[in-house]
């Protein structure tokens, strides 16, 4: 690619290209087509929508014939540009995919196919962008935002500047490829997230059950029973609200349970994860003695739904002064668990169903530290299987972060290119 700034071209371009893009009206540029087809009463039709926000054309379902009440449809083809002129003020516009080939569609729908002047593909990533958001605007008339309707006649005459089909095949290739890395590192970072929910239900026993059903090779005793009065002690946490804190200095981090419910995971990473920081040294210094250790969990004790209970063990804590905050049990175990062992159990639904008996509450559930005291925890007397479970856990969360921060950073390449690639 290269920059380039003279002429009638975006900034950045591939480098085999150099004409200017030219101004052209839409109407001769973009080729409109209807395939319009005879509804048999007993043939079974995949019907289409265009989603908002330019997420593509999707199916909406089978239906025969005779269940279609307005007989006004047509065909696609895979590869079409579609418009839904009662939603494209929101972005409702897309390509057809293969998967989708011989779908249906109403008059509600505008379609278009390649032209000598204007490839599909190419005009599927043009309509995403905001000078073209802003043609369909326009061009749509109405009261409510909501029922805006779409005059493709006034939108066709208005004006979009375009390459030569040459260069609209690469951008269109170069911006496909892009979209095929978001989606692989999206597919891998969902079905590594639905393996760790069906694992962290098979792995870790009910109280009725003697063992998991899914374990590590060479373990076959029975999982210890304790009380969590027993096995852990508490910690004292503090009452301070997000005005005591920030996230720029401070001598300690303060773990509110809001974080704990909307951000945190079940491991928490001192050193790395964002935890608020206590803005008044004052304070922390009638703190030091709630300091939290690795390994403490800390657990919010109140939320809007079923979510109370969520939890936290602390990791990498080092030398800093970390502190349980609003809305939080603290605990410390009394006996030593492999690393990140409970983190992972007592957020499994093997321990969390325990707590829905004790929540109270209407518009907000909370649980006491005197109920939790009373609740069962189940591990196993072998360090290693619990040192094997917790490994296993936490590297499963290492992939799914870097997946999504792998499908984050394409996108925000793709934004960028999107950004300086077109006029």
């Known amino acids: 690619m290269a920059d380039q700034t003279k002429g009638k071209a975006p900034r950045i371009r591939f480098k085999a290209y150099g004409e200017p893009w030219a101004d052209e009206k839409i109407g001769d540029v973009v080729a409109e087509k209807r395939r319009p087809i005879v509804l048999e009463d007993d043939q079974r039709y995949e019907l289409i929508t265009v989603k908002r926000r330019n997420e593509g054309v999707v199916s909406r379902g089978h239906l025969l014939g005779r269940d279609i009440l307005v007989k006004n449809y047509a065909e696609l083809k895979a590869g079409d540009f579609v418009i839904s002129k009662r939603q494209v003020v929101h972005g409702a516009t897309g390509i057809v995919p293969p998967s989708l080939d011989g779908a249906i569609v109403s008059n509600e729908y505008l379609t278009a196919v390649d032209s000598e002047k204007l490839l599909t593909e190419f005009l599927t990533i043009v309509a995403s962008l905001p000078a073209m958001r802003r043609k369909f605007f326009l061009s749509s008339y109405g009261v409510d935002i909501e029922k805006l309707f ?16 040459r260069e609209q095949n690469r951008i269109g290739t170069f911006f496909r490829e892009l979209d095929l890395f978001i989606a692989l590192h999206q597919r891998k970072h969902a079905n590594l997230k ?32 304790e009380s969590v009065e027993n096995a852990m002690e508490n910690i004292a946490n503090n009452s301070l609200s997000r005005a005591n804190l920030n996230h720029r200095s401070g001598l300690a981090k303060n773990i509110h349970y809001g974080d704990i419910l909307t951000i945190f995971g079940e491991v928490l990473d001192a050193q790395t994860d964002d935890v608020p920081l206590i803005s008044s040294d004052a304070i922390v210094g009638k703190l030091s003695s709630t300091r939290l250790r690795d390994g403490d969990i800390v657990m919010a004790d109140a939320a809007e739904d079923e979510a109370v209970g969520k939890c936290v063990e602390l990791h990498n804590i080092g030398t800093q002064i970390v502190v349980a905050g609003l809305h939080t049990i603290a605990l410390r175990p009394k006996n030593s668990f492999a ?6 159990y007592l957020n499994s639904d093997a321990f969390h169903t325990q707590l829905l008996p ?18 069962r925890i189940r ?18 969360d290492l992939l799914i972060g870097q997946h999504a921060r792998q499908a984050q950073k394409f996108r925000q390449i793709k934004v960028s290119f999107l950004d300086t690639m077109f006029l």
Not at 150 to 165: E, L, N, Y
Not at 197 to 224: N, V, Y
């Open 150 to 165: 779409f005059d493709a006649d006034d939108w066709k005459k208005r004006t979009v500047t375009i390459p030569h089909v």
């Open 194 to 225: 639905a393996l760790k929910k069906a694992m962290l239900q098979k792995m870790f026993p009910k109280l009725d059950e003697g063992a998991p059903g899914i374990r590590f090779k060479g373990f076959q005793e029975s999982w210890a029973e």
């Open 339 to 344: 690393p990140f062992f409970l983190g992972y």
């Open 358 to 375: 004790i929540m109270q509450g209407t518009k907000v559930l909370s649980i006491s530290k005197s109920a939790i005291k009373r609740l």
């Open 379 to 396: 591990f196993p007397t072998d360090e290693v299987e619990q040192q094997r479970i917790g490994a296993y856990f936490y590297n499963l």
